[in-house]
């Protein structure tokens, strides 16, 4: 019996067979793109937790270091808790001392901690710090970031010139170059050959504005840093130079060139009113005087401290404020000027007593006037300290001006002055390192950076030097037995 619908012509049974082997093949087919897609999400999901694991794997690296730093840099403070106790910086007894930090989860149940191992607890040399960050997630292999710094002694004086804001060069025969008074006066000639003069010199200006580093026609032996990402932050005459010894007139060293500059620019604080053994307050120096006073007696640390409203000598060469050794002078008033030199009158630096140095520090939120004979300091630039405490937050800005007649050595560090310099007369020779907020140089001034100032320890904490990442099984090899703990 036929039981099809009437009028409709049914199909064949082999037809009707061969439509379902197709839907059959279609919903395999199908079957199989979703099952290929939930393995790439899949993939996917395991990707993007990975990446996201090793970035966790960087931060938590980084945190180890942070807390290493930390501590390092409470010890070179002197705090005797610098690191907390020995059952948790394990070590005794050595020199190297290392830490299991457990931090907090991580986002899918991943655990993670870091391994941080410190080379040198005394800080004898330049310390390293390695520290190893392992991520575990609930399934897969962890991960690792295995991270290596060096530090090194943070030094406001690592630069030779340098201004926060501007810094301008006037004059055809400005130059900047550098020498190293650890090996004598500058110019001289050396045992193994040579000179002492390097075009080691670096001068310039950490503002991104354009043209802050107005060179004109003076000639940087050495290096101009700019805050500028491209060149826009040097301006330079036809004359002027940037480059090595031998360099044309007219030409700039693109590699001699170093923009993206930055520099901290910190507030010295001005000291209080000195007090106690060895302190003593003037109220002015007008005629010559040498300090310390025959009657004068030291401090426990050897230096005389004085409390002064105001330095101001003119008149002939006879007015000499004379500095016999280890004087601190603060100037007592925040307004004004505090020290002026006119005249032929002048202030001569001896060299400082035993091994003490600096022979003058001056500590001054007033304005400073160098002019007549200047200061006379034939000694090495960190025998004289020019302090300039005018703080940030100020609304007016302090005033440093020196021109001298005499050769001008010494370090100036008043990160919110405008500096003029005119040093040296006809000779203008200025030697040591110069931070202000502006900085000017007129005339024939001839700056030469003391590459010894690098070295000189002013507190500053300890601070990356160095950074690399290991990456290779071979590279993590070379420290493995320092961080398998």
């Known amino acids: 019996m036929n039981t099809d619908t009437p009028g409709r012509r049914a199909l064949p049974r082999s037809r ?78 050595t020199d190297a001392v ?60 690592a630069t030779g010139m340098v201004a926060k804001d501007s810094i301008r060069f006037n004059g055809n025969n400005a130059s900047v170059d550098s020498y190293d008074s650890r090996r004598g006066a500058y110019n001289a000639a050396l045992s193994g050959g040579g000179n002492n003069r390097y075009d080691r010199g670096t001068a310039g200006s950490s503002s991104v504005a354009v043209n802050s580093f107005a060179l004109g026609q003076a000639d940087i032996w050495g290096n101009a840093v700019i805050g500028t990402s491209d060149l826009s ?16 007139a007219g030409t700039v060293v693109r590699n001699n060139v170093l923009t993206d500059f930055t520099a901290d620019f910190d507030d010295v604080p001005h000291p209080p009113t000195y007090t106690g053994s060895g302190s003593y307050s003037i109220v002015t120096i007008s005629s010559a005087t040498t300090l310390p006073r025959a009657t004068d007696l030291p401090a426990a640390d050897g230096k005389y401290y004085y409390n002064i409203d105001t330095i101001s000598l003119g008149g002939n060469a006879t007015n000499i404020l004379t500095i016999a050794s280890n004087v601190v002078i603060r100037t007592t008033s925040s307004l004004g ?17 035993g091994t003490l140095k600096p022979s003058l520090e001056i ?6 006037s160098i002019a007549g004979n200047g200061v006379a300091n034939p000694n090495k630039p960190d025998t004289f300290f020019l302090w300039g405490t005018r703080p940030q937050s100020d609304t007016t800005r302090q005033s440093i001006t020196i021109n001298g007649n005499g050769v001008l050595s010494s370090v100036v560090y008043a990160p919110h002055a405008d500096i003029s310099l005119h040093g040296g007369g006809n000779s203008g020779d200025v030697f040591g390192s110069i931070i202000g907020k502006t900085v000017t140089v007129t005339g024939n001034s001839a700056f030469h950076y003391d590459e010894s100032l690098g070295a000189l320890n002013t507190g500053e904490p300890l601070g990356l030097k160095d950074w690399i990442e290991y990456v290779s099984y071979a590279d993590r090899q070379v420290f493995a037995r320092v961080m398998n703990f």
């Open 16 to 93: 009707r067979g061969a439509l379902l082997l197709m839907a059959m093949i279609f919903a395999a087919i199908i079957a199989l793109s979703l099952g290929s897609y939930v393995s790439i999400c899949t993939q996917s999901t395991s990707l993007a937790y990975r990446s996201f694991y090793a970035g966790a794997a960087m931060n938590a690296a980084e945190t180890g270091l942070e807390q290493a730093m930390w501590s390092v840099n409470k010890q070179l403070a002197g705090n005797s808790n610098a690191w907390t106790d020995w059952t948790i910086w394990t070590g005794a007894g």
């Open 233 to 248: 932050g040097l301006s330079v005459g036809t004359q002027g130079t940037v480059g090595p010894f031998g360099t044309a």
């Open 98 to 157: 290392r830490r299991t930090f457990t931090l907090q989860p991580v986002a899918g149940g991943a655990t993670a901690q870091v391994k941080v191992f410190v080379s040198s607890r005394s800080l004898a040399g330049a310390p390293w710090i390695i520290a190893r960050s392992i991520i575990t997630p609930k399934q897969g292999k962890s991960i690792e970031r295995w991270i290596r710094i060096t530090l090194a002694r943070r030094n406001r004086f």
């Open 363 to 368: 500590f001054t939120q007033s304005n400073v």
């Open 337 to 353: 000027t505090a020290i002026t030199i006119g005249g032929n009158a002048s202030i001569r630096v001896n060299a400082p007593s």
